[in-house]
């Protein structure tokens, strides 16, 4: 028989090691601390190396314990992949995303993404807030960031979330054909200081970037109209309400459709881009790399059908 290690202890090491916290690990996997603790001791003992340098206050994985980790989440997605296969469940990828880009941008397109691949579920949540390197039970996750674009390790521990970019971010005003041909054309961006306009609470910042950035001084915001979610800023501004900050990747049917127009050919690039995050525990996986495949795909056809939408909106 293979002197194998007690396989519980692998799902608590993991844990442990996620959260570099026995504290956090145990109010994941619904136990004590003490718990955790015990069980990454026995691991240990079976190994006969530590995994972890402790502390008073904390507990941190040393070099080998970082290598170990790799090792376990491949291992643990290798079981899980192999239960789904030997069970009923279809092949599940789990995503989180920023609302706007769930909304806005993957909803119109995962139709397609069914038809190719049909036995693949899909199970989508969305979260306003920035990536939780804590969380284990997601696959991807869309989110925003202004870090480097290069793909890249999200945080120091190793490998374990992988971060690349999905489409670099524009900024636009626009507004409704409607709502444009009643006040005219603005000569330049000084002349919406007294215009109506509308602006996401999450992205309250978006008008004054591009102001910034065409060189000229922010109109007083305090009579603008904000909103919690982008789709009921665009919606607003499709009813002609007011003009918006556009960002062209998430408004492309609107353009299209001319339901909303550009104001001016001044785009500004955003302070962040839009980028996918996968986890190391299952980047391998089937589904996983074929969602992953798909996305990006999307997105660099995306990319081009907008660039050209812009260009030739008059």
Not at 201 to 230: C, K, M
Not at 263 to 276: H, K, M, T, V
């Amino acid at each position: 028989m293979l002197p194998l290690p007690p396989l519980e202890s692998l799902r608590f090491f993991e844990a442990a090691a996620r959260h570099q916290s026995f504290v956090g690990a145990a109010d994941e996997l619904g136990v004590t601390p003490p718990a955790v603790a015990h069980r990454v001791r026995a691991l240990e003992k079976h190994l006969d190396a530590d995994l972890f340098d402790r502390s008073a206050r904390n507990v941190r994985l040393n070099r080998r314990g970082r290598a170990y980790l790799k090792d376990v989440q491949r291992i643990l997605a290798d079981v899980h992949a192999i239960s789904q296969r030997t069970g009923r469940q279809p092949p599940r990828v789990g995503i989180v995303s920023v609302e706007a880009v769930a909304e806005s941008w993957l909803m119109p397109r995962l139709p397609s993404f069914r038809v190719a691949h049909p036995d693949i579920a899909i199970e989508l949540e969305t979260n306003h807030r920035g990536v939780d390197p804590k969380r284990s039970d997601f696959d991807c996750w869309f989110a925003y960031t202004d870090e480097t674009a290069a793909a890249r390790p999200l945080s120091q521990r190793e490998n374990t979330l992988l971060e690349e970019t999905l489409y670099e971010e524009q900024l636009l005003p626009v507004c409704s054909p409607a709502l444009l041909a009643a006040r005219g054309k603005p000569r330049r961006p000084a002349d919406l200081h007294d215009w109506p306009l509308l602006y996401d609470l999450g992205w309250d910042a978006d008008w004054s970037y591009w102001f910034t950035r065409q060189g000229e001084v922010t109109p007083d915001l305090s009579q603008a109209s904000g909103f919690r979610l982008y789709s009921m800023v665009m919606h607003a501004a499709v009813s002609g309400i007011g003009a918006a900050i556009g960002r062209p990747m998430l408004i492309a049917r609107e353009l299209e459709g001319r339901t909303l127009v550009p104001i001016f050919d001044r785009q500004a690039e955003a302070p962040a881009r839009c980028c996918l995050i996968t986890t190391a525990a299952s980047r391998h996986r089937p589904e996983v790399q074929a969602f992953r495949k798909w996305v990006l795909g999307e997105a660099e056809t995306a990319a081009r059908t907008v660039a050209g939408t812009v260009r030739t909106t008059p």
